[in-house]
C-alpha cells in the first residue's frame, strides 16, 4: 500500500470526527503567513490528544513544545473551566504566533505559554511546585526527549499519562547507524523507556497526513 491511501483514509476519518473550526483553521494557516514548519499534528492527532485528556480527567496539562499552538488547543478545550495548560516554546516569534492563535480561540484564560529552553524551564517548573500534571504531551526538539521524560517525571504523579510525539521517525530508528540527531534521540528515547519501570508504556505507529511516525504513550506507576 502507498502512502496515498494513508492520507485519503486520514481525510476520511478527520471530515467525520476530527472536525476544525476557524480557530484551529487559523491556527494551521499562521503557519505558512509567519514562515513556520508545517509540523503541527494532524488534525486527527489533535482529536486523539483531546480525548486522551478527557479520559485523564486533566484538569492540569503540560506541553514541551508550542509552535502555533495547534496541538494546545486541541487539548486546552478538554480541560473543565478551572483547567490550567502550561505550553513551553523556545522561539519568542513561534510564542507570539501562538498567543494570538490562543486568544483568537477563547483560551486565554486557561493557556499560559512560557517562552525559553525546555530542559531551562522544567527545572523551574519544579522548583515552582507546578505540578503534578494530569497529562504531559512532548513534542520538542528530538535529541534530549530522554531528559524531558525524566524531568516530565518529576512533574508527574501515579497516573499521570506522557505522551511523546515522533518517535518512530519514517521507520529510521530500525537503523542504529542513522546519523540524524532526531533519529538518534528517538532511538534513545525508546530504549530508555522500554527499560523505565516507573511507568507502564507502548509505541503507537501512525500514518496518514503527516506520514510514517510513532506516538509513545507511558503511565507513571
Not at 15 to 28: K, N, R
Not at 103 to 112: E, Y
Request: aromatic share 6%.
Amino acid at each position: 500500500m502507498n502512502n496515498q491511501i494513508f492520507e485519503s483514509v486520514d481525510h476520511y476519518i478527520s471530515d467525520l470526527l476530527g472536525h476544525e473550526d476557524d480557530a484551529l483553521i487559523a491556527a494551521t494557516n499562521s503557519l505558512e503567513e509567519a514562515g513556520m514548519p508545517a509540523i503541527s499534528v494532524s488534525p486527527n492527532q489533535g482529536k486523539f490528544l483531546q480525548l486522551l485528556a478527557q479520559l485523564c480527567n486533566a484538569k492540569n496539562i503540560l506541553e514541551l513544545g508550542t509552535l502555533a499552538g495547534y496541538s494546545t488547543i486541541w487539548m486546552a478545550r478538554a480541560l473543565p473551566k478551572d483547567g490550567k495548560l502550561i505550553t513551553l516554546e523556545y522561539d519568542p516569534k513561534h510564542a507570539a504566533v501562538a498567543q494570538k492563535n490562543i486568544d483568537r480561540a477563547g483560551l486565554t484564560s486557561q493557556v499560559q505559554i512560557r517562552t525559553g529552553k525546555a530542559i531551562d524551564v522544567l527545572p523551574q517548573l519544579v522548583e515552582e511546585s507546578a505540578g503534578p500534571f494530569d497529562m504531559i504531551f512532548i513534542d520538542a526538539d528530538k535529541p534530549p526527549y530522554t531528559e524531558y521524560f525524566q524531568w516530565a517525571l518529576r512533574l508527574s504523579r501515579p497516573g499521570t499519562l506522557i505522551v511523546a510525539d515522533n518517535v518512530i521517525r519514517d521507520g529510521k530508528v530500525l537503523d542504529e547507524k542513522n546519523p540524524e540527531p532526531a533519529v538518534q534521540g528517538a532511538r534513545r528515547f525508546n530504549a530508555m523507556l522500554g527499560a523505565n519501570s516507573a511507568v507502564s508504556a507502548t509505541i503507537l505507529q501512525m500514518v496518514g497526513i503527516k506520514e510514517y511516525d510513532g506516538m509513545a504513550l507511558a503511565i507513571v506507576k
